[in-house]
């Protein structure tokens, strides 16, 4: 018996344990997953439509949080807390993801510093915009690959499912689910129809347009039918078209335009080019320029980014944004601008308009912690995008993380209340449900293995391949 328990040294209550901290780490993918699809299906302006008072300031701080969020930290807590022995699932965190516990406990100290400094107004966008990505990875990581391979086809078909919507609103030129821009219920101005653009299931066609990029990129990483693919990719470039998002539809192409060149030289040098790449490839150029064509010139899908190819107001008003940075003083520049004060300096530079704002979110977070806690979300976003990128492992995890990024330089988003960063870390932890199965051998390497495998047919040599020995 005691040889036994050498051979075997985890007890049957330890086994025990162990199983119950497993099924409960799959409990919490669950629920995390159905937050993330809360977080998709429920927009700010369905929760304005219903009466619940989220996007203006003040108010109930209970209503200031999304749906989603809420279910988030609920699966976080059963993630975190409920493992046994208590505790241990914080002390695992900081020990094994040390990158993801600094950035949380970063983010919370943003979250203090700026009420500290400037108020408790604003002090919501660090739990919508940060928080709550981080511990969407505390839960989403403890699941299995099947897990993940579901939430990858969930994140797809509500993507498909708001493209559709996207375009049957550009034909109808009506919003399914009206929108909301702060105190301004239902803009159905003349100049939103003017520039009108679907927004399909999301808050703004600016968000929609990068979910739909970032729901690419996923699909690129997932395995199904060819034709299925291409299928899919076709309708997520149709969405990106109708959303109308410059910045998303440019970054996009240009980052799968140079990595499919990459893939070819670097194919064509090794002699190892994909049969099965190549036509995709002459697919894609056969098929998606004359369709997009056809879309722009005799639809009203992609209108306004045919429209927009110029310096609009748009534009101007992301270089007049600047100027406030000659307004501070040197407490604004240390410790932040409190939010009253910030209306009064975005009136001074001519950004005082009701649908007008700075458009930059790191100008906006410069502003709102001051260069000291600026500093301190800089590292704490850093080790954020070090983690998923470590935890993924795949070229196209990066290529999302830099055009995810990108894109939101272009807007407020990340400055506000916004999912962008959950949908980001929703689709990169889906990735990782698509692992290599099989180890990535050179031509040498696969030489040296064809003729093991031929020598021992043969009979000359009777030791099996070790191809896990191979060097890489």
């Known amino acids: 018996m005691r040889a036994l328990r050498t051979l075997n ?14 099924r409960l780490g799959v409990a919490a993918f669950s629920v995390a997953m159905f937050g993330v699809i809360v977080e998709y299906v429920v927009s700010g302006n369905s929760l304005s439509d219903l009466g619940i008072d989220y996007s203006s300031p003040g108010g109930n701080p209970v209503v200031k949080l999304h749906p ?75 699941g299995t690959d099947r897990q993940k391979r579901t939430l990858a086809w969930w994140i797809i078909g ?19 689910i009206p929108m909301n ?4 219920p239902e803009k159905a101005l003349q100049q939103d129809v003017d520039d009108f653009r679907g927004a399909g299931l999301f808050t703004h066609p600016l968000t929609a347009a990068l979910a739909d990029s970032m729901a690419i990129f996923l699909l690129l990483r997932m395995r199904m039918n060819g034709l299925l693919k291409a299928a899919l990719f076709t309708i997520l470039v149709v969405g990106l078209l109708s959303f109308g998002g410059r910045a998303a539809m440019g970054t996009t192409l240009i980052l799968l335009v140079a990595a499919a060149f990459v893939v070819l030289i670097r194919g064509i040098v ?16 056969l098929i998606l320029p004359p369709l997009i064509i056809l879309l722009v010139t005799s639809t009203d899908i992609g209108e306004r980014i045919i429209t927009h190819l110029y310096a609009d107001e748009s534009v101007k008003a992301r270089d007049l944004q600047w100027l406030v940075l000659n307004h501070l003083n040197l407490n604004d520049v240390l410790f932040g601008v409190p939010l009253a004060r910030l209306d009064v300096l975005k009136y001074q530079i001519g950004l005082g308009g009701e649908t007008t704002d700075i458009e930059n979110f790191w100008l906006l977070m410069f502003l709102n912690l001051g260069i000291i806690g600026f500093l301190v979300f800089l590292v704490a976003l850093g080790l954020f995008i070090a983690h998923l990128g470590r935890t993924v492992r795949h070229p196209l995890a990066w290529m999302m993380i830099f055009a995810s990024i990108l894109i939101d330089s272009t807007s407020n988003s990340l400055g506000r209340k916004s999912s ?22 050179s031509l040498r390497q696969r030489s040296t293995v064809g003729l093991q495998r031929t020598t021992r047919r043969l009979g000359l040599s009777p030791s099996p391949v070790n191809i896990a020995g191979l060097k890489s």
Request: some cysteine; overall charge positive; hydrophobic content about 55%.
């Open 68 to 142: 989603g969020t809420y279910v988030i930290m609920l699966a976080t807590f059963m993630a975190l807390l409920l493992v046994r022995p208590a505790g241990s699932g914080v002390i695992r965190l900081f020990r094994q993801k040390p990158a993801l516990a600094s950035y949380i406990t970063l983010i919370l100290f943003c979250a203090f510093y700026s009420i500290v400094n400037v108020g408790i107004s604003g002090a919501a966008v660090y739990v919508e915009s940060y928080l709550s990505a981080g511990l969407l990875a505390v839960a989403l990581e403890g």
């Open 420 to 441: 962008d960063l959950v949908f980001m870390t929703a689709c990169l932890i889906a990735m990782t449900g698509y692992a290599q199965t099989a180890p990535v051998l």
């Open 158 to 176: 509500l993507t498909v499912l708001s493209v559709f919507i996207s375009v049957w609103e550009s034909m109808t030129q009506t919003h399914l």
């Open 270 to 285: 090794r002699r190892d080019l994909s049969l099965s790449f190549v036509g995709t490839l002459a697919a894609a150029m």
């Open 9 to 22: 040294p985890m007890r049957p209550r330890d086994a025990r344990v162990a199983g119950g901290n497993h």
């Open 181 to 184: 821009y702060g105190d301004l």
